[in-house]
């Protein structure tokens, strides 16, 4: 069943700007209440021209891995389009470490999305060494289980042991994904007219 990214317009008016962080605050969950979503369920972009922001929640696990976004698919079973600027053995755009990157700590994949763009990422443990090159991916069908995702409040977890030998709390490495919508060059000149005229009758 498909899931859909929490929606999270960006602000373009004072008002909306002032309303914003009081939002943020009253919908913003608890970091224990997060922990919870659908096993497998694909991440989905649910509007078009957007940003998307991945957030390093922080993670609970004793081995090390790394975060990739593997590039965009129709379907949770394919990459259509590899993501831009993969590391150099191709595994993909590197995000974040659980053991390294900083809490709360934000970056924007590469791009622009639309409305229907199934987001492909990837999990590979460095370390200890008897783990290390192992991997999860989300365009793989037999490691979807490895993956938790919530769309309502954009809460991505990963399991880094192999089920069914883990614990299956999916706090390993924990992750917020969410999608502004950016206006196009159509919207911002409607929006530069209304701010002309709305000066012009204040005069």
């Known amino acids: 069943m498909r899931k859909h990214i929490a ?27 997060i ?14 021209n957007a940003i998307v922001t991945v957030e390093f929640l922080g993670g609970h696990a004793g081995y090390t891995g790394e975060l990739f ?13 590899l ?24 970056i924007e994949l590469p791009g622009l ?17 008897r783990v290390a090159g192992q991997g999860f991916y989300t365009d793989v069908a037999d490691d979807h289980v490895q993956f938790m995702f919530n769309a309502t409040t954009g809460f991505f977890g990963i399991e880094d042991l192999r089920l069914p030998w ?14 502004a919508s950016i206006p196009g060059p159509g919207a911002l000149a409607c929006m530069s007219l209304l701010l002309g005229f709305q000066r012009r009758r204040r005069r």
Do not use: C
């Open 69 to 81: 976004f593997r590039g965009v698919g129709i379907d949770p079973h394919l990459i259509t389009t």
């Open 113 to 129: 999305f639309n409305e229907g763009d199934v987001l492909h990422f990837g999990y590979e443990l460095l370390a200890p060494k």
């Open 35 to 48: 922990v919870t979503g659908e096993v497998g369920a694909p991440v989905v972009v649910d509007q078009n």
């Open 7 to 33: 929606r999270s317009h960006r602000p373009w008016t004072l008002t909306g700007m002032l309303v914003l962080p009081l939002l943020l605050a009253s919908t913003t969950p608890t970091y224990g209440s």
């Open 166 to 179: 883990s614990d299956e709390d999916y706090n390993d490495a924990m992750f917020r994904v969410t999608a």
């Open 83 to 106: 993501a831009p600027d993969s590391d150099e053995i191709g595994r993909g755009f590197r995000l974040f470490n659980n053991h390294t990157s900083q809490v709360g700590s934000t």
